[in-house]
């Protein structure tokens, strides 16, 4: 009786330890939603814990999404991993407690293998991507997708009230907050639109569905709240990217 029982503690001892690190050996790879969407990561990411005993979750690629691995076209710092159609996919590992397992993963992607199992990777008999590694990336101006025009409009509807946005709005905007013309002179104004929810001020009124958290009930928004879909977000985006940079005689010091 005694003797089972002291065995029953080492195997749930054993099962706690073998659990501790199985979480340790474990990483997040957020990839632009398109990969998920084809089921390359799916492909991929179990060919890779098989031979590394490393497990994976997958993830889309957004603004704190707290990953170890990030793939997309415009993930900054990254190095080129594979091709699908004209767009060049790059991979880094984020800094944290799991760079090194972050980082295996990257050179079992460059290698042979990995670089394979991208090839290999044809859902209707047609391969979908292409390996990369090692090519050369010409930086190339953000890619924005999404209709400009539209941009346009849901601007002025969604900043409008605030911001010049353009020259439809010109004398309007409240005179202490940077026009976009402004905004676009900086080198990562694409990185700011996206993800200009998280920046204040506009947390505390704004809204995007499925992605930011409701309002605290006890801290209702002090202004009327701007609600603004994620495609919403890239359609003005797309309207950004063609507003020229303000021509300014000074360099910019806005922060
Ligand atoms: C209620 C007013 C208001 C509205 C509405 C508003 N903004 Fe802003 N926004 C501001 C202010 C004020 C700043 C400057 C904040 C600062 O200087 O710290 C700003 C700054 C920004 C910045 C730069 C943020 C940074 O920290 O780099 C971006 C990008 C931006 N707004 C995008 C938008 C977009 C896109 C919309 C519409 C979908 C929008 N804003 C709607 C008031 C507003």
């Avoid at 990483?27 to 497990?55: C, N, Q, W």
């Avoid at 605290?216 to 797309?238: H, Y």
Wanted: glycine share 10%; proline share 10%.
């Amino acid at each position: 009786m005694a003797i089972r029982w002291r065995l029953g503690l080492a195997a749930m001892f054993m099962l706690a330890v073998a659990g501790a690190q199985a979480q340790e050996r474990h990483i997040t790879v957020a990839a632009d939603p398109e990969l998920i969407g084809s089921g390359l990561l799916k492909h991929m990411l179990p060919r890779f814990s098989l031979k590394t005993g490393i497990r994976t979750t997958p993830a889309p690629l957004e603004p704190g999404a707290g990953a170890d691995v990030l793939i997309g076209p415009a993930v900054d710092g990254g190095r080129p991993v594979f091709r699908g159609g004209d767009i060049v996919y790059l991979a880094r590992a984020a800094e944290g407690p799991r760079t090194a397992l972050a980082e295996r993963f990257l050179d079992w992607l460059a290698s042979d293998i990995g670089q394979r199992t991208v090839a290999s990777f044809a859902p209707d008999g047609k391969p979908l991507y292409e390996p990369a590694a090692g090519a050369r990336v010409e930086v190339k101006a953000p890619t924005v997708t999404g209709d400009a025009m539209a941009g346009e409009r849901l601007s002025l509807v969604h900043c409008g009230r605030c911001h010049v946005v353009g020259p439809k709005n010109r004398m309007a905007g409240i005179g202490s907050t940077p026009s976009f013309a402004v905004l676009r002179t900086l080198g990562d104004w694409e990185r700011r639109f996206r993800a200009f929810f998280t920046l204040n001020p506009h947390p505390a009124f704004t809204q995007v569905p499925g992605v930011t958290p409701p309002f605290d009930e006890a801290r209702p928004p002090p202004i009327a709240p701007l609600e603004i879909t994620q495609g919403d977000l890239d359609a003005i985006l797309a309207y950004v990217a063609s507003v020229a940079p303000a021509d300014l005689a000074e360099p910019l010091k806005y922060e």
